[in-house]
């Protein structure tokens, strides 16, 4: 009887893949306490004789695994201005210089540009005119440029463009300003 008693008792503690099923803390410690004693009579077995090298430092041996196995960092190339300015929204704000000196006009267009800058936005417009109305001509166009050569030397300023593709037929300039650091 006892026989019978110690087959059912074993195939009630194995379950799947022949792991034990455990019925309490106590059989979890026998299990893991015979676990550990054939562990440690198979390592003091097939015990070799131990390497005479001295350990070496944890990071030299880093130093020189980097070194060894570093792959080729290959940077990005630069996105082209002309691909990053599509990107741009449309103009976000106005700005119309007709009426104002040279003078006035400078003024009025670098507190607009340094505040808008500040404020976050991405692409301006200002109107400056095609000089029709002027007995000298165009003025306003020239100083705009200046001042818009100015704040792209600043780092304010990424790009401009004129509406009309030439400076002479345009009477508004885009302003395209630089928000990230390349």
């Known amino acids: ?3 019978k008693n110690t087959r059912k008792n074993k195939q009630k503690l194995k379950r799947k893949n022949d792991l034990p099923k455990l019925a309490s803390d106590k059989d979890f410690l026998c299990a893991f306490l015979k676990d550990e ?3 440690s009579a198979d390592k003091t077995a097939e015990q070799e004789p131990a390497d005479t090298e001295p350990e ?3 990071s030299t041996l880093l130093e020189a695994s980097l070194k060894q196995n570093r792959p080729p960092r290959h940077a990005p190339k630069p996105m082209p201005l002309n691909r990053r300015l599509k990107r741009y929204p449309p103009p976000e704000a106005d700005l119309d210089l007709h009426g104002f000196t040279a003078i006035g006009a400078r003024v009025k267009a670098r507190s607009f540009i340094s505040n808008a800058h500040i404020q976050g936005f991405f692409t301006l417009r200002i109107i400056v005119g095609k000089g029709l109305h002027s007995e000298d001509g165009p003025v306003l166009p020239h100083v705009v440029e ?3 050569k100015e704040m792209k030397k600043e780092n304010i300023v990424l790009a401009y463009k004129w509406e009309g593709r030439k400076k002479s037929n345009a009477g508004a300039v885009r302003v395209y300003l ?3 650091d390349d």
């Open 1 to 3: 009887m006892t026989n």
């Open 178 to 180: 630089k928000r990230f």
């Open 146 to 148: 200046d001042l818009l």
């Open 37 to 39: 004693q054939e562990a």
């Open 56 to 58: 070496a430092d944890f």
